[in-house]
């Protein structure tokens, strides 16, 4: 691996020696992720909603479907005399699971989750966004969020699509805070945000940006995610036998840079990124991205599959693992930064969730759960690193 960015060393060249700094280093790369990469958070809007009993749909990757047994939310966003609008369903735990006393901690998810049955029977409550109503998976930036703020050709108003999606799901936990909880029978100060692929890297965009989210949970995010850009996989052996795959996996083509700056891909990001020739021009690595989710109050569970899918480079995600573990372990944090490999599976899988949800009851809620978290601090990679 190549020398990466070092988190601790502001860019005056100062050194991040006592964690009451963090906070400060945390602005400035934000303010480099917003202008290298993502484009600009926007908040500070006004948010109103409704609530229908039926109606609600979810958007897939077979078409537009029902959404069975969902209410369905609108988000209404206004800001500077424009408005935009999208809906999204929400499931509720069956009435049988225990309501706790403020409500039901909820999982805003940036799609559809196939394994959702996991979470409601624990009685958690789950929004799956209807996320390119929010802003369309292309170059052509349509869709509410743009009809706010559109993309032009001031850097200032290039918010790619990533960033986008994560305002999207800010907006939800608004609009769940300005009196759609209370309807709902939702905790917002229980939230959980998760999602798979691109949306995994939505995902950890939007605990970067929106420190309400108790829990942040990125699935197989790989590059422009949670894999290092300077780590590559291709071409290397591991042993993973302990997930119950091979033990002599060797990992084909990881996804380069060129691939995120193409046409298909280029609109999850500003302008800016298109300008890097190659990884190591890019002034930020993706550790610093998970970084800034730690606080306190909250948690990070990073979620990765070993095999079936070398273009997300598992290997790397292990990688950054281990090196934003250390700015949480300088912070105290070192049990609010997990993770969990799965053998298989570019998703969030009922394993996941088993471990996931217990977890969150554990160190968020407070709850007397029995949870082992030195097994969510390994994994198959320890002591394979190349």
């Not at 400060?24 to 934000?30: C, G, I, N, S």
């Not at 029977?121 to 052509?140: C, H, Q, W």
């Not at 290039?158 to 009196?179: E, P």
Request: aromatic content about 12%.
């Amino acid at each position: 691996m190549n020398q990466i960015p070092d988190i601790f060393t502001f860019a005056d060249g100062r050194r991040l020696t006592d964690p009451a700094e963090w906070n400060e280093r945390a602005a400035e790369l934000r303010r480099q992720y917003e202008d290298c990469m993502y484009g600009q958070w926007r908040s500070g809007e006004t948010v109103s909603y409704t609530i229908a009993d039926e109606g609600a749909q979810m958007i897939s990757f077979f078409g537009i479907i029902p959404a069975e047994g969902a209410k369905n939310l609108t988000v209404i966003v206004s800001v500077n005399g424009k408005e935009g609008s999208w809906s999204m369903p929400v499931f509720l735990p069956d009435p049988a699971v225990p309501k706790p006393e403020g409500g039901y901690p909820v999982i805003i998810s940036m799609h559809g989750l196939p394994s959702m049955e996991a979470a409601l029977s624990r009685g958690y409550a789950v929004i799956p966004n209807n996320s390119t109503l929010v802003a369309s998976d292309d170059i052509k930036h349509d869709g509410a969020f743009y009809e706010l703020y559109p993309y032009g050709d001031d850097p200032k108003s290039q918010t790619g699509v990533l960033m986008a999606w994560s305002w999207g799901a800010s907006k939800i936990l608004d609009a769940l805070f300005a009196g759609a909880a209370a309807e709902l029978g939702i905790n917002p100060e229980l939230s959980i945000v998760t999602g798979v692929s691109r949306w995994g890297k939505a995902t950890a965009v939007c605990g970067a940006f929106d420190p309400r989210f108790r829990l942040v949970a990125p699935a197989c995010s790989g590059a422009g995610g949670l894999a290092l850009y300077r780590y590559t996989s291709e071409g290397r052996t591991y042993n993973l036998s302990g997930v119950g795959a091979s033990d002599a996996y060797t990992y084909g083509t990881n996804e380069p840079l060129s691939c995120l700056q193409s046409d298909a891909e280029r609109g999850w990001f500003n302008e800016a990124f298109r300008g890097y020739a190659s990884p190591d021009e890019i002034p930020l690595e993706q550790y610093e991205l998970a970084a800034l989710s730690a606080a306190p109050d909250r948690s990070f569970f990073l979620i990765a599959a070993c095999t079936g899918e070398d273009w997300v480079n598992a290997p790397s995600m292990w990688e950054c693992f281990r090196e934003a573990d250390k700015l949480y372990s300088f912070l105290g944090l070192e049990d609010r930064f997990v993770c969990h490999f799965h053998k298989e599976g570019h998703a969030v899988l009922e394993e996941d969730f088993e471990l996931m949800l217990p977890y969150f009851d554990l160190v968020i809620r407070g709850l007397p759960v029995s949870v082992d978290l030195a097994s969510l601090k390994t994994s198959v990679y320890k002591g394979q690193e190349q």
